[in-house]
C-alpha cells in the first residue's frame, strides 16, 4: 500500500492551497484518513480526521479555515485563510486493513512542504 500526497507548494498569507493524497497498491479497507503537519524540531500535529463514514475533525488551530473530504481511496484538504504558522511539512496518514488480514495498521505518505510566507 501506498499513500501519495501532493499539492504543497508556496502561498501568501490569506491565500488558498488544496493538498490531495490517493491510496494505492491492493485491496484493503480504509478506516479513517488523517492529515498531520510538522515544523522541524517539533512534534507532529494532528490537523483533521475523516472516518470511513461521518463528518471529518479538525485541530482548533486550523477549523473555519480548512476543511477535509473523501472519495473513495482519495482525501484532500482544502486549507483556506492560510497563516505563516500553517508553514510545515505536511503528511497523509492512513489507517486500513489489507484484505485478508485481521488487524490493521497505520500508512504514510511522503511529506509535502507547505509554505506561507510575503
Known amino acids: 500500500v501506498q499513500l501519495q500526497a501532493s499539492g504543497g507548494g508556496f502561498v501568501q498569507p490569506g491565500g488558498p492551497l488544496r493538498l490531495s493524497c490517493v491510496a494505492s497498491?491492493?485491496?484493503?479497507?480504509?478506516?479513517?484518513m488523517r492529515w498531520y503537519r510538522q515544523v522541524p524540531g517539533n512534534q507532529r500535529e494532528l490537523v483533521a480526521t475523516?472516518?470511513?463514514?461521518?463528518s471529518a475533525n479538525y485541530a482548533d488551530s486550523v477549523k473555519d479555515r480548512f476543511a477535509m473530504s473523501r472519495s473513495g481511496k482519495t482525501v484532500a484538504l482544502q486549507m483556506n485563510s492560510l497563516k505563516p504558522e500553517d508553514t510545515a511539512v505536511y503528511y497523509c496518514?492512513?489507517?486500513?486493513?489489507?484484505?485478508?488480514?485481521?488487524?490493521?495498521?497505520?500508512?504514510w505518505g511522503q511529506g509535502t512542504l507547505v509554505t506561507v510566507s510575503s
Open positions: 475523516i472516518p470511513s463514514s461521518g
Open positions: 496518514n492512513a489507517n486500513l486493513r489489507i484484505s485478508g488480514s485481521a488487524t490493521s495498521r497505520e500508512y
Open positions: 497498491g491492493g485491496a484493503f479497507s480504509i478506516n479513517a
